[in-house]
């Protein structure tokens, strides 16, 4: 087996999971937050870089790598790892999102999708085999089966289909991977606001039987409380003994809802697309630090944080970057948000391994949100 | 005094001069290239990086910081060093070449330049003065005079009154300068292409003394036999004893052939401008890392080079960054053109100290532009 999970402790008042994954590359306390490096590249930093802000565990984009440079190219350099020369472990999705979010003139039949490039307009066709085999080729430790990723709002009869679907590509999927001792497979489970489909898709998925299970079509453009609705019920729901990979969560307060729901994996844009933007997470919120009150700030980002970026810059210079449109104000922010998030999580572990995650929850909040 | 000019070695055959600049900030061999952080910071690079792929010394923009975010701010940090947080050496130029290559609408009195803002259009007004009490804020170690600076093919007349008026302004900067101990301010040979004016100059800039001599008004659009030319001919008639900075010059070839006529100190933006278009200096010659070529190429960028990025990077992979439009891809070309200026011009001094000057640049013409 490629991976292992190892539950180490639940949180007694939540039920928030403390775990250990054991990767090909290294072994990584869970719930933990995975930065996003769609190009093989976290946008704007060097491996070095994401190795000091991350806990080690990226995830790369199927559908961009496929496009630009090509899987084969990659798999030349060894896979990601060696392309981008990182020196951690990985993670690809398996292109399924991005068909859905990003193309125009998408064509779902029972074989697969034929799509047009988000950018130039070219013909594509994915199926369930041919997302594995660019994974293959991409050499992460952990991949995803081909999904559909409708609408959350999607009507029952469309949404009961697809999730059909989408559970019978997992199992094509399963059964072309090449690699099961060096590339964990995971399922995800679909089937938008449809518990009785969830549970469904679960069941099936099961009978498949991935070493993790990831969660997809939430975090979609749903309100907060569907999502956390969605979480606690899939909470009780999910194999206790495998990862939880919930897909495109990366808000402070949709981390600590989905741990205390159970969720033992996350990734996301949103710290280093924020950040390309000028908004910096603090221990006291969210601040642009481009704004004109931050001009004369002889502060660091964030007083709290003991980040490489906190150390040795103040808000003033940091503004200064922002308006002089220089790249290294991108980032130094980019930076320090991974930083806070990897640090956000630690903090979070620490209150599941002395039960009292829900305490840390209203503190942080109160703190971060200014609200319970 | 602020710095300390120490000549070394000339090489036998050629001239050229090895020497150490004692600065409050280091001591640096020279000849030596100075990377352009016009506003204050190297564009894309962390001050650390900076570090490695530099000599410790580098440039700040007076007029750019000036507009933004004002000199009184980065007063505040301690000057560009703690602003930036750079923990080595700097020089200022003075602000006039930005007046007369980025301003529109100057009107040139003897008092100072108004003139407008080079993209918001507001009116600005600089003086001798003006520019050096800007600059003591800045607090760099090295700083310029204030100097017309214009077009090579202005007419004997215009280029003889402004000549003048730069070498007033000089003296006037002087008379206000506050740090002389800690910032040694420089004074600047103009006199376009007229070898009388410019002798002319460089007695008068030697009557006001000054710790250093700048060469301005070279590289500005004539041909590179008109710059040659001045070179060979200002060789004989700048002061010895003094380190001669040749303003606005980084190309392989202009540096050597700076360094063959007398020339110690330089500056450009051009190794960091082409790299973030995607033009990497080698040992080979310049390449368009973009160029499909590249696509598949396993090779290190340089093969000769031992810098962060030769040593973890593709060729392919560099081409896939700048396909993919990722700012990475401009880091780490600029961060290697920046080192080969350094490890080139250390290539130099060591042919200046072995007498052989001469014999390396017919093989480093013959390598890099494949002829002599």
Redesign the interface.
């Known amino acids: 087996m490629a991976i292992r999970y190892e539950l180490i402790h639940e949180d007694k008042h939540s039920g928030a999971r403390l775990g250990i994954l054991h990767t090909p590359h290294g072994s990584f306390e869970t719930p933990i937050f995975m930065p996003v490096g769609t190009?093989?590249?976290v946008?704007?930093?060097?491996?070095q870089e994401v190795m000091e802000a991350s806990d080690g565990l990226i995830l790369g984009n199927t559908y961009?790598l496929w496009c630009?440079?090509g899987d084969e190219?990659v798999k030349?350099?060894g896979g990601i790892r060696g392309?981008?020369?990182w020196d951690g472990a990985l993670l690809t999705d398996s292109g399924g999102y991005q068909v859905f979010s990003l193309a125009d003139m998408r064509n779902i039949t029972e074989e697969g999708v034929t799509f047009k490039h988000h950018t130039n307009g070219s013909k594509l066709y994915l199926t369930p085999e041919k997302a594995i085999e660019i994974q293959n080729n991409l050499g992460a430790d952990i991949i995803m089966s081909f999904d559909e990723c409708p609408p959350f709002h999607a009507d029952y009869d469309y949404m009961k289909a697809s999730v059909e679907r989408t559970i019978r590509w997992a199992k094509r999927g399963k059964d072309v991977h090449q690699f099961p001792e060096s590339q964990a497979l995971f399922g995800i489970v679909q089937g938008g606001p449809f518990k009785d489909l969830r549970k469904m898709c679960i069941e099936e998925l099961k009978k498949i039987d991935f070493p993790g299970y990831s969660i997809g079509g939430l975090s979609v453009g749903e309100s907060k409380e569907d999502m956390y609705e969605m979480l606690q019920f899939l909470k009780d729901e999910m194999p206790k003994d495998k990862p939880r990979y919930l897909m495109g969560v990366g808000s402070p307060d949709d981390l600590i809802m989905g741990v205390l729901n159970g969720i033992d994996m996350f990734d996301c844009v949103l710290p280093s697309r924020i950040a390309r933007h000028g908004s910096a997470m603090t221990s006291q919120g969210k601040i642009v630090i481009k704004n004109k009150i931050y001009?004369?700030d002889?502060e660091s980002l964030d007083p709290e944080c003991d980040c490489f970026v906190c150390k040795?810059?103040?808000r003033?210079?940091l503004?200064?970057?922002f308006?002089?449109k220089?790249?290294?104000g991108?980032?130094?922010v980019t930076y320090h948000n991974l930083y806070f998030l990897k640090n956000l999580m630690k903090q979070v572990r620490n209150a599941i391994r002395n039960d009292c995650l829900l305490e840390f929850k209203e503190e942080f909040f109160l703190k971060y949100y200014g609200q319970k």
């Open positions: 190009q093989a590249t946008k704007t930093l060097s491996s961009h630009q440079p190219i030349a350099h392309f981008m020369n001009e004369t002889m040795n810059h103040t003033s210079y503004r200064h970057l308006k002089g220089e790249i290294l991108q980032r130094l």
